[in-house]
């Protein structure tokens, strides 16, 4: 389960601070599949940056298994996030210098056996589409190779979470559709909860529920058609703020 409680991030532009998120309270249950909507600039990055604990708010608080990500160290937070949480970057975050199979292996070599995680490596990337690619460099991958490798290994660990930016930002519709299916799958079987941002409005329908951003506030969340989850109204609502 996933709590944020009064979460706020405000950035400090020009000297002036800029409020980015405010007043975010959600409860995002386990084995949860929510999308997350809202205009460019709406705060959805940031949101997912502090659920995973990539970034800490400057209010509020976030609570990941039972886990308070603020009483930890950056390098507890560090450790948690390679055990618990995956996360698909908006701009993908490969490491140019290693190639689609060493950067899926990045993530598993942090937590075990070398044999059993090259096959696994090699195992996801052929899932993506990708056997015939696993020693190429990012840069002599395209952009949809590229997001399918960071897919890739974002599943290497079986996370319990999974964050997702724009997964299928840069994929043609079958590709996309394909992405999509590996993460309801993801969600499903191995009962990964999964928080993705998307634009793709139907991609947003197959969530169980869609939460929409707008100037940094939540301004909707109402269930979505792919599934019979119990929808939560947003605790700002319940408590009329
Ligand atoms: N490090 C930063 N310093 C200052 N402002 C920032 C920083 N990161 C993000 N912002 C600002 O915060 C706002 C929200 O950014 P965010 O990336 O969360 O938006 P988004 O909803 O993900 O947009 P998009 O759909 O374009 O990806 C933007 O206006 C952005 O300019
Ligand atoms: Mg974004």
């Known amino acids: 389960m996933i709590t944020a409680e009064a979460l706020g ?5 020009g000297g002036r601070p800029l409020p980015v998120l405010q007043g975010i309270d959600l409860v995002i249950d386990s084995e949860a599949f929510v999308a997350v909507v809202g205009p460019s ?8 940056g502090l659920l995973a604990g990539l970034d800490r708010p400057t209010a509020g608080r976030v609570t990941l298994d039972g886990q308070d990500l603020s009483a ?16 698909v970057f908006q701009t993908f975050h490969l490491l140019p210098t290693l190639t689609a199979l060493e950067n899926v292996l990045v993530p598993l070599e942090l937590v075990g056996g070398a044999r059993e995680a090259r096959n696994r490596a090699v195992a996801l990337l052929e899932r993506v589409g990708l056997g015939d690619r696993m020693d190429h460099f990012p840069a002599q991958l395209s952009g949809g190779e590229q997001q399918r490798v960071a897919l890739a290994r974002a599943f290497a660990n079986r996370p319990k979470i999974l964050f997702a930016d724009e ?13 999509v299916e590996m993460l309801e799958e993801l969600n499903r079987e191995a009962r990964t909860t999964l928080v993705m941002v998307t634009h793709d409005l139907t991609v947003a329908e197959r969530a169980h529920r869609v939460i929409a951003l707008a ?4 301004v909707s969340d109402r269930e979505g058609g792919g599934g019979a989850a119990v ?3 947003a605790a700002s609502d319940v408590a009329g703020r």
């Not at 930890?72 to 996360?87: I, K, M, S, W, Y």
């Not at 100037?215 to 939540?218: I, Q």
């Open 167 to 179: 997964p299928t930002g840069n994929l043609d519709q079958d590709t996309g559709a394909t992405i």
């Open 41 to 48: 600039g709406s705060g959805k990055t940031t949101l997912l």
């Open 72 to 87: 930890l160290t950056e390098d507890q937070r560090a450790e948690f996030r390679a055990r618990h949480v995956g996360f």
């Open 215 to 218: 100037g940094g506030r939540v």
């Open 9 to 13: 991030k405000t950035y400090s532009s």
């Open 231 to 233: 929808v939560r109204p």
